[in-house]
């Protein structure tokens, strides 16, 4: 169970008496919540004492009566208030007078409970501050969270970016002293490579764009019947000069055509990764296997090659954003590391699932499920 | 007999390893490449080089500390340098000139990447105690 610190500040000893037993076994459960709330009770008699406690512990829960001594309760949630504490308070006063529920309210009290109460009024009121403390809390700390992942996302960007920028910048230099010769063709590698880097430049700031719009929902989409095979016939082909190149069939197994509600755009992105993947990280003279087909609930499609594989620990960030699986056989492979995190964003506004199978060096196996509500045709 | 010094250049940029390698044996070194920090262990296990340039972040956010380290164990005289962009892309800031990071910073020299020939020479030079 977790503790929340309530202090009570009133000058009636009665008052403090009856709240701390009112309070004392009181739960608050939350039902997606594991553990319940309970409270742990101080007692102040006045605004001076309540700020000395305030000043020392840290306090969840403030009841405070207006009516006090010495400086008064609306006071003392100004100075709460200022010194910016993570309470949140709830006024109890016999005199309650709009013009002071107003002030309260304008210096942050987040409700106002009027005396005499009732034990279960009490309890309501100390219910309903609790869950917005709690809800206020998780807001924040998520919203921390979210700053920290884009943080980490910018610095992994800038990182993508400035290492072709720099690897450009460094052939250039060689080339502006003429250190590697005096004719252009001396230079012919690096002004190759240099072409390559911007091209992957240019392919990362272009997925960026797509995964920044899948992200926050502006990318437009333009939801109709689309043809799945046609989209997937439309990839092979365009994939097809970069299979030829190292020798690499493409078999198929699919019907003659497949309609599913959908934006033709996000599924050609789709077909084009997974397939561009089968290719590019396949051995020479290799196999890739693409098979569509349906079940009672769901559009399945099965893209298989007989490449370098992926092993379990690569598996399992397979879908992160920027990774890139590194080593020996990947090196010379351009790529943005962000096709299939892209993939699976867009496949998941279907509602669908997409899976990884493979072994090093045999092959890999991505397996693509959408709940379809359309019918082969 | 090879009388010319060997530096171990490992980098996962196959661009930044090809310009480390042309300034380098400018310089009149030899040299031997690794892409990744697996790849450096294999060619130390025969080569002992006489100096090394790691990259930081490869297969790891931390595989050149790491290398550094294993390699500093196999050949503690063997003076290492560690290439890395990090400082200016996440402001994390660290050196080798403290004893704290003496500790666990098992590399001689911490360079930017993007470091100038005349300067990455001199700095060679120093190390090897030329």
């Known amino acids: ?377 | 007999m090879n009388s010319r010094k060997l530096i171990l250049i490992v980098d996962d940029d196959i661009d930044f390893i090809s310009q480390i390698k042309h300034y380098c044996e400018k310089f009149g070194y030899e040299t031997m490449t690794a892409n990744s920090e697996n790849e450096a262990l294999e060619l130390i296990k025969t080569r002992k080089p006489d100096l090394a340039m790691l990259d930081l972040m490869m297969e790891k956010d931390d595989s050149g500390f790491i290398l550094s380290y294993k390699i500093k164990q196999k050949y503690p005289d063997v003076p290492v340098i560690i290439a890395t962009a990090v400082t200016s892309e996440t402001g994390l800031i660290f050196g080798v000139e403290s004893h704290e990071e003496q500790q666990w910073i098992k590399a001689d020299l911490i360079m930017e990447k993007g470091v100038r020939p005349d300067q990455l020479q001199r700095e060679i030079k120093r190390l090897l105690k030329e």
């Not at chain 1, 690499?248 to 789709?270: M, Q, Y």
């Open chain 1, 1 to 377: 169970m977790s503790d929340l610190k309530v202090l009570i500040v009133d000058d009636e000893p009665g008052i403090r008496s009856g709240i701390s037993r009112i309070l004392r076994n009181y739960r608050v459960g939350y039902p997606f919540l594991e553990e319940d709330f309970g409270f742990t009770l101080t007692e102040a008699e006045t605004g001076e004492i309540a700020l000395e406690i305030l000043e020392k512990q840290e306090i969840d829960i403030v009841l405070l009566d207006n009516k006090l001594p010495g400086i008064e309760g609306i006071d003392v949630l100004e100075q709460i208030n200022k010194r910016n504490y993570d309470t949140a308070v709830m006024m109890i006063t016999s005199y309650a007078s709009l013009e002071l529920a107003v002030t309260a309210t304008k210096r942050g009290a987040y409700n106002f409970v009027p005396k005499p109460f009732t034990p279960e009024e009490l309890r309501g009121a100390i219910e309903s501050i609790t869950k917005h403390l709690f809800l206020k809390r998780m807001t924040k700390k998520m919203s921390e969270t979210a700053r920290q992942i884009r943080f980490q996302f910018l610095s992994v960007l800038s990182h993508e970016l400035k290492s072709p920028i720099n690897a450009i910048e460094g052939y250039l230099k060689i080339m502006q002293e003429k250190q590697a010769g005096t004719s252009i063709d001396d230079y012919m590698h690096m002004i190759n490579r240099s072409i390559e880097r911007i091209t992957g430049m240019r392919s990362l700031i272009m997925d960026m764009l797509d995964l920044t719009r899948i992200e926050n929902g502006t990318k437009s989409r333009n939801l109709k019947e689309v043809d799945i095979i046609e989209c997937t016939k439309m990839a092979i082909s365009s994939m097809e000069p970069m299979a030829i190149q190292k020798n690499i069939k493409i078999l198929t197994d699919f019907p003659a055509s497949l309609l599913l509600t959908a934006d033709s755009n996000e599924v050609e992105i789709i077909a084009n990764n997974l397939i561009s993947n089968a290719i590019k990280y396949n051995r020479d003279n290799g196999t890739v296997t693409i098979s569509i087909f349906t079940d009672k609930t769901n559009l399945n499609i099965i893209v298989e090659d007989t490449g370098i594989g992926i092993n379990a620990e690569e598996q399992e960030f397979l879908f992160q954003e920027f990774m890139r699986i590194k080593n020996k056989k990947t090196q010379n492979i351009s790529g943005s590391g962000l096709g299939l995190s892209i993939v699976k964003k867009i496949i998941e506004l279907y509602n669908g699932t997409i899976t990884v199978e493979s072994q090093p060096d045999v092959g890999t196996k991505f397996l693509v499920k959408i709940p379809f509500k359309a019918q082969p045709v």
